[in-house]
Every structure is written in structure tokens, then in C-alpha cells.
């Protein structure tokens, strides 16, 4: 391996890694910086509930895949 070939190879993985973080942000993180999520922590999430989030969960094996049949 060439020693020129080090510095070509430096700035493409650190090419990957800004693709890397644009991409994750773009995908995990849809709705917004810290404003959004301090807001929702702050008053939304205190009105979640599991409990109704379980009732609307598919807890029976290929229940779905089954209506498609």
C-alpha cells in the first residue's frame, strides 16, 4: 500500500462517517432537535399509558398474516 493512498482513505471514511450521522439523523430522529423532545418529555409523555397501548398490541401469533388468507 502507498503512502498516498493513506490521506485518500482518511477522507473517505470520514466522508462515511458525516453520510453516517446526516443519515441517523434524518431516520431516528424525523420531528426536530432538543426543543421537540423537551417539549414532549415535559407534556406528552406523561399522558402515555402502557396499559392502553397493550390493548391495541397483536399478542396472538399470525393473527394478521392469518386475515390475509
Known amino acids: 500500500m502507498s503512502s498516498s493512498s493513506f490521506p485518500f482513505r482518511g477522507i473517505v471514511f470520514l466522508l462515511l462517517l458525516v453520510y453516517l450521522a446526516v443519515l441517523s439523523k434524518r431516520i431516528l430522529f424525523k420531528n426536530g432537535g432538543v426543543r421537540y423532545y423537551?417539549?414532549?418529555?415535559?407534556?406528552?409523555?406523561?399522558?402515555?399509558?402502557v396499559k392502553s397501548g397493550w390493548k391495541?398490541?397483536?399478542?396472538?401469533?399470525?393473527?394478521?398474516?392469518?386475515?390475509?388468507?
Do not use: D
Not at 38 to 49: G, M
Not at 58 to 69: A, E, G, I, R, S
Open 38 to 49: 423537551r417539549h414532549y418529555f415535559a407534556h406528552e409523555y406523561k399522558h402515555y399509558s
Open 56 to 69: 391495541k398490541a397483536n399478542t396472538v401469533p399470525f393473527h394478521t398474516v392469518n386475515m390475509y388468507k
